[in-house]
């Protein structure tokens, strides 16, 4: 499925905005450097550049990549997916959130009206997503910290800016890093002795991973949290799966938007800059489509033409008109697939879901029984 007629919007969009963006943000080259370093190290460089050369086409005679996601969150990134979340297209998927979050954000957040609840947004971005859990932690507890945790600056800078204005009685506690920072126990230390720990990965995230590497990632936070005396839970929003009520053309349409298009194209800029390549944008085309055998959305650039790629003017490889660079890939979740990752991970699971069944809060723990909503 190819955007063709949106392709003139994507480059008007990128290249006039982005720029604008990116001057807003004034970072310096020093600043760019570290901002990269945080989602691409220094030693990860000669890796990524070896795998590009090594990258041969498939049995239907394409070569895929998928770069790292995280560079598209770099120098003004950050801001162009502010721009994203204010499509109309996007917007109709972040009504599903918004509306799971006002109907049941009690029973999703489920406070024992505590003396403190701590909020850890991982991969927070600019911490919009989260407000509603906090706002609710705030009535019923006497007091909240929010932790955004990113490995965006920018993200940290805008969450902490946002909540500090929005919800002032809540502590903000940010967390420059990765959220494997927050499965260690040293994560968790200086608490009040009454505290709660909800963690919350909002915003689909969860959909751009394998269903082992959720599965790990459920098993790694509940099993950190068993050695902590804090009752702790895990909760993971994602998309419904297709359905009668949510046919798949209708997820296409609420992805498919030029935003989503404009921040891709950004990603590929950042993948340039980090790794000193020359990938030519003029032959690159985004497309989005609903891939029914893997259950997932997927939004990848294909080459147009054909085309080297090169490193310090030294070429890595060669791209073939055709070739796919896979930028994302959001899985949607059955009630059963939810089920099968909590069993392999050992864990108590409650689902919360909009009437419609396009969006889901699936709650992970290790203390309540398990129960459907």
Known sequence: ??????????????????MAMCKSVRATRAE???????????????????E?????????????????????YCAGGTALQNVQIQS????????????????????ILAANKSAHHWVVDLGSGPGAYCKGIVAEALRHCQSVTYTPLDTSPEAIDAATELYASDLPAAKILPHLGSWDDAMQTSFYKDLPQDTEITATFMGTTAGNFSDDYMVSFIDGFLSTWDKLP????LVLWVDGAPSDLKPAQAIVDAYGCAEDG???????KMINASLDLDFPLDKLQWNVDYDTREEAIKMWMEAVDNFPVNHHGQQVTQIPKGSRIQTQMSRKFSDALLQSMAERAGANLVIHRTDDDFYKAAVFSREATAKRT
């Not at 499925?1 to 290249?15: R, S």
């Not at 590009?52 to 995280?70: C, E, H, I």
């Not at 804090?230 to 839970?233: E, G, L, N, R, Y």
């Open 1 to 18: 499925f190819y955007l063709k007629a949106l392709l003139k919007p994507f480059f008007a969009l990128f290249f006039a905005d982005s």
């Open 32 to 50: 760019f450097e570290a901002d990269v370093a945080t989602v691409v190290p220094s030693q990860h460089v000669t890796k990524l550049l070896a």
């Open 52 to 72: 590009l050369a090594q990258l041969r086409p498939d049995a239907s005679g394409n070569v895929r990549w998928v770069p790292p996601p995280g560079l598209k």
């Open 88 to 107: 109309p297209q996007y917007r109709s998927i972040k009504m599903c959130e918004l509306r799971l979050l006002d109907e049941k954000a009690a029973t």
């Open 230 to 233: 804090f009752p702790a839970k």
């Open 262 to 268: 404009a921040l891709d194209f950004h990603m590929m």
